[in-house]
């Protein structure tokens, strides 16, 4: 379970602290028609907190991978860490 939990802490930051995978997120929202909620940062001490990360984690699947997919190739480490999350 603390490896799920790293996991969708890790993947949600990665995805939040930067400007440009969060408008390559927007720009495949605006393309696509698929259902987003915002995702939401997991706090390792409350359990209800943590439910509702993992839970948007989840609800946005198909988004984030293709994110995700769209960033690893590039040349600096966030490559290489997209490529650990996507296996």
Do not use: C, H
């Not at 408008?23 to 698929?34: D, G, P, R, W």
């Not at 987003?36 to 940062?41: D, E, M, Q, S």
């Not at 984030?64 to 997919?69: A, M, N, Q, R, T």
């Amino acid at each position: 379970m603390d490896t799920t939990i790293t996991y969708t802490k890790d993947i949600i930051e990665f995805i939040q602290r930067s400007s440009k995978r969060l408008s390559i997120a927007k720009q495949l929202l605006y393309e696509t028609t698929s259902p987003y909620t915002k995702l939401k940062a997991l706090y390792p001490t409350r359990w209800t907190v943590k439910v509702g990360s993992m839970y948007s984690l989840l609800k946005n699947y198909e988004l984030i991978k293709d994110v995700l997919g769209a960033v690893i190739d590039d040349k600096d480490k966030s490559g290489t860490t997209v490529n650990g999350y996507l296996q």
